[in-house]
């Protein structure tokens, strides 16, 4: 065997050694999710994310075709904590979940509106404050959205409506007073629990007591 044809070897082995062990992980996703777990105080359910591993690896996270993060799911843990802004600094997120977290409170934070591709909202069972966001009527992929067992309060934003992909949305089990909108289906009984059929939802209004 000759000598260049040995080095080249040697380079092509080098080449596939790097590429195994390279991220698939886009880093600014990697760098996102580590702000996300410092924010959160680093909770139980997260706490193997290692900066040094693949972060498409880590436990309740999932990426897509890209290697770009798609899914951020953090349940049942004792998290402290607001919902850190920078889950809207991952830019193709199609689902979030944070769930079951009694001690999440806070508001749902404005940089949510960033997440373009966002299919799935769901923030139930923790101790989330302040009105059900406007601003999700920006996020025209929402499929679904569920909002239910926390302290929200206020009305519902009637341009929720408007969600051209919209087939679920629960918000039961809050604080929500005033004039809301009730989607007009028979096999539903609670006025804020809701589930759209077809692209183009049918509603009405009325008054809860408060």
């Not at 999710?33 to 309740?60: E, G, H, Q, R």
């Not at 009694?102 to 997440?115: F, H, S, V």
């Not at 769901?122 to 926390?150: A, C, D, M, R």
């Amino acid at each position: 065997m000759g000598k260049t044809t040995t080095l080249l070897l040697l380079l092509f082995a080098l080449l596939f050694t790097t590429s195994l062990s390279k991220d698939l992980c886009h880093k600014d996703d990697k760098n996102t999710l580590l702000k996300i777990k410092k924010a959160m105080n680093n909770p139980y359910t997260i706490i193997s994310w290692d900066p040094k591993d693949d972060c498409c690896t880590w436990v309740s996270v999932e990426c897509g075709n890209a290697n770009r993060v798609t899914s951020l799911d953090i349940s049942d843990d004792d998290v402290s904590a607001q919902i850190p802004p920078e889950v809207g600094d991952l830019p193709y997120l199609q689902y979030l979940t944070l769930r079951k977290l009694p001690n999440l409170t806070g508001e749902i934070p404005p940089t949510i509106a960033k997440l373009k591709y966002l299919k799935s909202l769901w923030l139930s069972w923790n101790s989330l404050t302040g009105p059900v966001p406007e601003f999700l009527s920006q996020l025209k992929n929402l499929e679904y959205i569920n909002l239910s067992f926390n302290k929200l309060s206020g009305s519902i934003p009637g341009s929720l409506s408007l969600l051209p992909k919209l087939d679920f949305l629960e918000l039961s089990r809050n604080k929500i007073t005033g004039l809301v909108f009730k989607l007009l289906t028979p096999e539903h009984n609670s006025v804020l629990s809701f589930n759209f059929e077809g692209s183009v939802p049918l509603w009405t209004q009325m008054s809860l007591p408060v």
